[in-house]
Antibody, heavy 120, light 110 residues
Framework: QVQLVESGGGLVKPGGSLRLSCAAS????????MSWIRQAPGKGLEWISY????????NYADSVKGRFIISRDNAKNSLYLQMNSLRAEDTAVYYC?????????????WGQGTLVTVSS | DIVMTQSPDSLAVSLGARAAINCKSS????????????LAWYQQKPGQPPKLLIY???TRESGVPDRFSGSGSGTDFTLTISSLQPDDFATYYC??????FGQGTNLEIK
C-alpha cells in the first residue's frame, strides 16, 4: 500500500534553514507529481509546493516562493523540501502528499506529517 | 491564484440528519478542455492527515461511503453528507486540485 514517511522536522531559529525528506513506497514514485502541504497549529491546510514526475515543472505558493525549494530523487523514491530564511509563521506540520500523473489532479495520499517549529 | 471560500465555518448537526457544506472559488475551476471541475473535498480528524473524499467535484474516492456526495460546477460547489454518522464529525476542506484550500468547515454534533 502507499506509504509516505516524512522526516527532518524540528526546532529552528528564525532565519535558519531545514531540509525535510519524504520516503515513498507502495507505488511507482517516478510516475507521479508530489506536493508539500502544511498546517499551522490549530489552523487550516495550506498548499505550498508541487513538483512534476520528472522535476521539469515546479510551483510554489507566494508565501514560500524564493525561500523554499522542492526537489525529488526518483532513484531513491524520495521527495525533499529545502526551507531557508525561516520565519515564525512557517511553524506548522508539513505533509508530503502524492498527486496524480499529471498536473491538476487531486491529492490522494498523505503522510503523517513532520512538525517544524521556528522560534528563538 | 484561485481563492477558495467555504461556508459556514462551523456547523452543528444531529446524528442521522443531513449536512451541506459550501465552497466558492474566486474564478471558475471548470476546464473547457475536458469539461471537468478541478475541485476536491477532504475530511480531517484531529491528529490525522486529511483523507480524500471527492474529486472532479462529484467523483467519490474508492471506499468512501455513498452518504457523501459532491455537486456543483464552475465556481459554486457543495459537499452533502446524508444521514450523519458519529464517524463523520470532523473538519472538511475543499481544494482546487494542486492549489489552494478553503479555510475549512468544522462539523460538530448538535
Amino acid at each position: 500500500q502507499v506509504q509516505l514517511v516524512e522526516s527532518g522536522g524540528g526546532l529552528v531559529k528564525p532565519g535558519g534553514s531545514l531540509r525535510l525528506s519524504c520516503a515513498a513506497s507502495g507505488f511507482t514514485f517516478s510516475d507521479y507529481y508530489m506536493s508539500w502541504i502544511r498546517q499551522a497549529p490549530g489552523k487550516g491546510l495550506e498548499w505550498i509546493s508541487y513538483i512534476s514526475s520528472s522535476s521539469s515543472h515546479r510551483n510554489y505558493a507566494d508565501s514560500v516562493k524564493g525561500r523554499f525549494i522542492i526537489s525529488r530523487d526518483n532513484a531513491k523514491n524520495s521527495l525533499y523540501l529545502q526551507m531557508n530564511s525561516l520565519r515564525a509563521e512557517d511553524t506548522a506540520v508539513y505533509y508530503c502528499a502524492k498527486e496524480g500523473m499529471t498536473t491538476l489532479t487531486p491529492t490522494d495520499y498523505w503522510g503523517q506529517g513532520t512538525l517544524v517549529t521556528v522560534s528563538s | 491564484d484561485i481563492v477558495m471560500t467555504q461556508s459556514p465555518d462551523s456547523l452543528a448537526v444531529s446524528l442521522g440528519a443531513r449536512a451541506a457544506i459550501n465552497c466558492k472559488s474566486s474564478q471558475s475551476v471548470l476546464y473547457s478542455s475536458n469539461n471537468k471541475n478541478y475541485l476536491a473535498w477532504y475530511q480531517q480528524k484531529p491528529g490525522q492527515p486529511p483523507k480524500l473524499l471527492i474529486y472532479w467535484a462529484s467523483t467519490r474516492e474508492s471506499g468512501v461511503p455513498d452518504r457523501f456526495s459532491g455537486s456543483g460546477s464552475g465556481t459554486d460547489f457543495t459537499l452533502t453528507i446524508s444521514s450523519l454518522q458519529p464517524d463523520d464529525f470532523a473538519t472538511y476542506y475543499c481544494q482546487h486540485h494542486n492549489g489552494n484550500f478553503g479555510q475549512g468547515t468544522n462539523l460538530e454534533i448538535k
